[in-house]
C-alpha cells in the first residue's frame, strides 16, 4: 500500500457514520429514474431497429421466393427439361454408351476425351436412377441458376443440400 491509501483508510476508520448527513432521498430518486428512462428509451430504439432489419429481410426472402416460382414455373415449361419416362432411361443410357464406344474405338491412340455434354447427361440420369426428388434441382443448376439459391430451395422443400453436392460431383 502506498502511503495515500494508507491515510484514506485511517481517515475513514476515524469517521463517525451517524454524524454524517444522510444521502438526498429526491436526488437519488431521481438519478435512478434518469438511469431507468434512458436504458428503456435505448432498448425501445434498439428494438425497433432490429425489428426494421428483420422486415427488410423478410421482404427480401418474399422476393428470392417469388423469383423462385418464377424461375421454376419457367423451367417447367421448357419441354427439353421435363423429365423423361422410364422407358425412355434405357435408351439414353444405350445411346450414351454408343457414342463412348465409337468414340473409344476411332481414338484409341488419342487421350480419351468425352464430350462434357455426354458427362452431364450421364450424371442426370444416374440421378434419375438414384435420387429422382434431385432431378429438378440439378437441372436448375445444368439451366444457369446459382448454387446457393438452389440450396436453399432444397432446404425450404425438406431435403438434404448436401446431397446436391454428392450429386453433382463436388
Not at 70 to 96: F, H, M
Not at 99 to 111: A, I, L
Not at 117 to 140: C, G, H, I, L, N
Amino acid at each position: 500500500m502506498t502511503l495515500e491509501e494508507t491515510m484514506l483508510n485511517e481517515e475513514l476508520g476515524n469517521v463517525d457514520l451517524s454524524k454524517i448527513t444522510a444521502l438526498q432521498h429526491k436526488r437519488t430518486i431521481a438519478f435512478v429514474n434518469h438511469f431507468v428512462l434512458t436504458n428503456v428509451q435505448f432498448m425501445n430504439n434498439f428494438m425497433k431497429k432490429c425489428e426494421q432489419h428483420l422486415m427488410n429481410f423478410e421482404r427480401k426472402l418474399e422476393k428470392v421466393n417469388a423469383a423462385m416460382v418464377l424461375l421454376e414455373t419457367r423451367l417447367s415449361s421448357i419441354p427439353e427439361l421435363n423429365t423423361p419416362t422410364a422407358t425412355t432411361q434405357p435408351d439414353l443410357i444405350d445411346s450414351n454408351l454408343k457414342t463412348e464406344e465409337t468414340q473409344d474405338s476411332s481414338s484409341k491412340e488419342e487421350p480419351q476425351q468425352i464430350d462434357d455434354s455426354s458427362k452431364a447427361t450421364e450424371t442426370v440420369v444416374a440421378t434419375k436412377q438414384t435420387r429422382p426428388e434431385y432431378d429438378r434441382f440439378v437441372k436448375m443448376v445444368q439451366v444457369g441458376v446459382p448454387l446457393p439459391a438452389v440450396k436453399l430451395k432444397i432446404s425450404l422443400e425438406g431435403l438434404d443440400p448436401n446431397v446436391l453436392d454428392e450429386i453433382l460431383g463436388k
